[in-house]
């Protein structure tokens, strides 16, 4: 560490930012120190996102000024920072599918080096980070995590002395979280700074030794991660005491509502993963999860499910006994299937229209919105109006634009609208992805209400927390194949870990079934395997 | 902006079509002035202004049903083509008979000859995936060759001294006269009744959503249920129907007989009108207008300054060119070189990446 005389490597010194008719920053001061990993918390709105950009030189402050070790500097553009020194690794990644990882790493620099220099400096860092990546891979052949690799590459190829992460482990399995770990903690021994943006509170208390948290775009706490619990942090986010959700049922059986079996289907080429001979059950009352890496099948599986994709499927879908393989995606709602898709704008919902018409979208036939094929307008209206209502949806009203609300906002009104319908099952993937905790623990909550109601729900989700959190019981899946179901009681998290990763077969799961914390001791993540109880 | 774009897309068409023919030797603000604004002051001029908006704004009507949900019927024109042929052979098969049945049943028979062309490109994309856009283009060819070697063959009039053309038409096959003592024959109101019937179908029901939504985002109509390939069928049906529907009008109407001149190009011009109207079936009502502006302004223009035909399309396509252009432009703003090359490497990436692979959190 550098001694405590040395300037910070960052320094931020009443930056304030307008938009018209929001405040974004509000004369945000903190400092990060060389060699230190420090943590922006906050909720959706909060300004970190602005915040960021602001350092990285994406937007410039309307007041308020950036030193940077000790200099006050001006970071006009993404290229002036990269020349001080700040290199940052985007949520989204920013790579071509069909080139090589060399060649999307020469893409992303300003003046990339001849390239047999380039792989050399690439596998030079590899090598003494213990990066598993080959430069000459495609990166449609990449997992999640590989990915995320190249971008740190991409990064660190300019020798940073700032490395901004912005929520970089929403997509990747344990054991990747803990990898990226040892990177960020080696990067940071090294003496490059690390400014650690997260949702996930565990994650921040295991990696990160300061915390600045932000509400309103204030700073409203300063805090060593260590020292505080996941649920104080959340509270200083939020600003209120957190609610607990209700009890879960037991699991105590209902009878059999959706019965899913050999299930397969053709991957869309290039890239799809085809769906191999899935089956699983869920009870009514019951809350069934599926964890697993992105692109592994999830969104197959969801359209499969809803009938958006019907050719070339084979297998059976019961919901009461009923075959649904056949029927399309109308007859399948009509018959009490709800489904809600991973991506909101799109597909979920069409961003251009207003939320009525989105109601329109999916809950016409259920809930009785056109007759003779006119749109009912008034009911149309009233049953937009009841959603926003009843699931606290902040808009102007049903003529609000649904690209007009914040992502939060928007998930909140997809799930009330396929809630609302009442369905019998409901199949959701990723129901709280980029919603903030408040708008997170309520689409949670309803979930379990519309479960205890009788209905069968099936959770499809990349956050394990969360399906431990809601789940009964949950199975993995892995290029296409889900595994066993677990009962999420008990569960061992290594196990989930290592099938999240694609190791397959019963090594692993002999004496491991009562590795897991219990409830409430369950919050240190990544998990470190714990041996068997 | 959005309504913003043809305005100023006339304008710059009236503009750039002054200097074009100034450049050219003629008189090209006296052209322009023949063209787009005398027929304005000749009331003379109006009725035939209104008949030939009447079969633009129908088949326009059509088209921006089908261009709403992306569907790209390029082939109007043959499809006005074997709507005209198709009423025409019932009129042949009846010119013998009597009857207000005779009429009605040639429109019937437009429309569905209309639909059978379009029919074609429809059952291609949806069963082998082949481009509607091609497929209806190379269709208008084959349909004018059909109306060729009718018009020369079989349904040559035998009492027509040999010209290739049929018999005319007789009173229960022809159009009545809306407003008596004038040209505006019972196309005009039915094409303006088309246009409010469509404005109600894209507004209040749901197939008019399922177009609006297949176009605005595919993913999100398969999620709720309309399927693409029913999408296409209506799409591909609606335009060609009243593609057929408006050719068996111009007909029965203003050509009492079926020529070999049939073909006037108003299955290509209507996409202008589409266009130009906002793919909104009133726009569409008002657009017709004005291109029906540039073929009256274009015929009397030959006769007065002697203007070359081909001046008409040049307008139109000046026309539809300034358009897209402004749609375009009107999105973006003009930035400086340095910054643009800044910026660009990694805003090219990301819109590629997949979006499905990383999600946003907007903090």
Known sequence: MAGAAAAPRLELREISKRFPGVVANDAVSFQVPAGAIHALLGENGAGKSTLVKIIYGVQQADEGEIAFDGRPVHIGSPREARALGIGMVFQ???????????????????????RGELETRVRELLDSYGLALDPHRRVHTLSVGERQRIEIVRALLQNPKLLIMDEPTSVLTPQEV???????????????????????????????????????????ASC??????????????IGGSLKDLSQKSTGAAGKERFVVSALSAPGEPPFGTSLKDVSFM???????????????????????????ERAGVTGSIRLDGRELAALSVGARRRAGLATSPEERNGHAAVPGMSLSENALLSAR???????????????????????IEAFSVKATGPGAAAGSLSGGNLQKFVMGREIMENPAVLVVSQPTWGVDAGAASFIRQAMIDLAAGGAAVVVVSQDLDELLELCDRLAV????????????????????????????????????????????????????????? | MMLAAPVIAVAATLIAGAILFTLLGHDGLGATLEIFVKPLFDPYRWQDLLVKAAPLAMIATGLAMGFRANVWNIGAEGQYILGGLAGTGVALSTLDMTGSWILPLMLICGVVGGMVWAAVPALLRTTLGVNEILSSLMLNYVAIQLLFYLMRGPWKDPEGFNFPQTAMFSADQTLPMVVPGTLIHLGVP????????????????????????????????????????STVWIAMLCGGGLAGLAGILEAAGPFGQMVPQFPTGYGYTAIIVAFLGRLNPLGILLAALVLALTYVGGESAQTTIGLPSAATGVFQAMMLFFLLAADILVRYRIVSGRAAAASAPHAAAAKEAEPAKGKAVTA
């Open chain 1, 92 to 114: 989204h990644f920013s790579l071509f599918e069909a080139m090589t990882v060399l060649e999307n790493i020469a893409l992303g620099m300003d003046e990339p080096p001849p």
């Open chain 1, 178 to 220: 803990e990898q990226l770990f040892g990177t960020l903690r080696r990067l940071a021994a090294e003496g490059c700074s690390i400014l650690y943006i997260s949702h996930k509170l565990h994650e921040i208390k295991a990696l990160c030794e300061s915390a600045t948290i932000l509400r309103g775009g204030k700073v409203v």
């Open chain 1, 224 to 237: 060593d991660p260590r020292e505080e619990s996941a649920r104080s942090m959340a509270e200083l986010m």
């Open chain 1, 282 to 308: 869920v009870r009514a009352g019951e809350i069934f999860g599926i964890a697993g890496v992105a692109g592994n099948g999830q969104n197959e599986l969801l359209a499969v499910l809803s009938g958006e």
């Open chain 1, 365 to 387: 036939s259920r809930m009785g919105l056109a007759s003779a094929g006119v749109v009912r307008a008034g009911a149309t209206k009233a049953f937009a109006a009841k959603v």
């Open chain 1, 477 to 533: 899946i892995n290029e296409g194949r889900l595994s066993e179901t677990m009962d999420v009681t008990g569960i061992s998290i290594e196990r989930v870990g290592l099938l999240m990763g694609g190791i397959h077969g019963g090594a692993h799961a002999a004496g491991q079934a009562g590795a897991a914390a219990g409830h409430d001791g369950r919050s240190p993540a990544p998990r470190q395997p714990e041996p068997a109880l």
């Open chain 2, 190 to 229: 039915l094409a303006a009744a088309v246009a409010l019937t469509a404005f109600f179908v894209m507004a209040r029901t749901v197939t008019g959503f399922q177009l609006k939504v297949v176009g605005l985002a595919p993913r999100a109509a398969a999620f709720g249920g309309f399927g693409a390939a």
